[in-house]
């Protein structure tokens, strides 16, 4: 590699981690870590089984509420493969295709360029960064994931 292709890629990877660790203190939509509203102020936006690139029902997200994702249930055939969680769950515009690439090597498949958060174990929730709108989520994991998504009040 020549010098200039180091320094090019040098600053893509510390733009890239600077982006990593400026979300991960994200927690909420005002950048603090929180958790999802109890279930009497929670409204369901979706809960079903996501299959593999299978993109879910769409669903309204208003402007005064945040949304949040989690799984109730390992995915049949568990294994060490979600070493970084047990789902991984991409949000896109409703009626818009998801956003892919290819996945090359012992993982070779199709990858989601679309918003994505992990969810790292069952019944633990995460926060969509996204705002107001109709959304709908699908997953790049081969065998699918059952989902849950609710809003929460913002205030």
């Not at 909420?28 to 102020?41: E, H, I, L, M, N």
């Not at 070493?83 to 290819?102: C, D, E, K, Q």
């Amino acid at each position: 590699m020549t010098r200039g292709r180091l320094f090019r890629c040098g600053l893509w990877r510390a733009a890239l981690a600077l982006a990593v660790l400026s979300m991960s203190g994200c927690g909420s939509p005002d950048g603090r870590t929180a958790t999802v509203c109890k279930p009497p102020r929670q409204v369901l936006l979706f809960r079903g089984h996501l299959g593999y690139l299978e993109v879910g029902l769409p669903w309204d997200l208003p402007a005064s509420r945040s949304a949040w994702v989690t799984s109730p249930d390992e995915p049949d055939g568990f294994t060490a493969v979600f070493a970084n969680g047990i789902a991984s769950v991409s949000v896109v515009r409703a009626g818009n295709a998801p956003r892919l690439a290819r996945r090359q090597g012992a993982r070779a498949g199709e990858r989601s360029l679309d918003i994505k958060v992990v969810v790292k174990s069952t019944n633990k929730w995460v926060w969509l960064p996204i705002h107001a709108g109709r959304w709908q989520l699908y997953t790049d994991d081969p065998g699918g994931v059952d989902v849950v998504a609710v809003s929460c009040p913002t205030s």
